[in-house]
C-alpha cells in the first residue's frame, strides 16, 4: 500500500484531479480526489464516472473484471 500512496501523491502533485485504483483480485475500485483517504468504493453493482473531468464517460465496474474470450 506504501507503493500505492507514493504514486497517488505523485499523480495530485501533479495535477491530476481524479484517480481510480483497481483492485482486480478483489474486484472493487477506490476513487480518489486527493491523496489522502478515498472518496468512494466502487462494487461489481456500481459504475465508474469520470465526473467532470472525463465528460461522459461511464463504465461498470463488472466490465473490468470480465474474463476475455478469444
Given at each position: 500500500?506504501?507503493?500505492?500512496?507514493?504514486?497517488?501523491?505523485?499523480?495530485?502533485?501533479?495535477?491530476?484531479?481524479?484517480?481510480?485504483?483497481?483492485?482486480?483480485?478483489?474486484?472493487?475500485?477506490?476513487?480518489?480526489?486527493?491523496?489522502?483517504?478515498?472518496?468512494?468504493?466502487?462494487?461489481?453493482?456500481?459504475?465508474?464516472?469520470?465526473?467532470e473531468i472525463v465528460s461522459g464517460f461511464t463504465l461498470p465496474v463488472a466490465e473490468l473484471f470480465q474474463k476475455l474470450a478469444?
Amino acid at each position: 500500500m506504501v507503493e500505492i500512496h507514493d504514486k497517488l501523491v505523485e499523480f495530485f502533485e501533479n495535477g491530476a484531479r481524479l484517480v481510480w485504483v483497481i483492485y482486480p483480485k478483489k474486484q472493487y475500485v477506490l476513487v480518489y480526489r486527493s491523496s489522502q483517504d478515498p472518496d468512494r468504493l466502487l462494487k461489481s453493482a456500481d459504475s465508474l464516472d469520470g465526473e467532470e473531468i472525463v465528460s461522459g464517460f461511464t463504465l461498470p465496474v463488472a466490465e473490468l473484471f470480465q474474463k476475455l474470450a478469444f
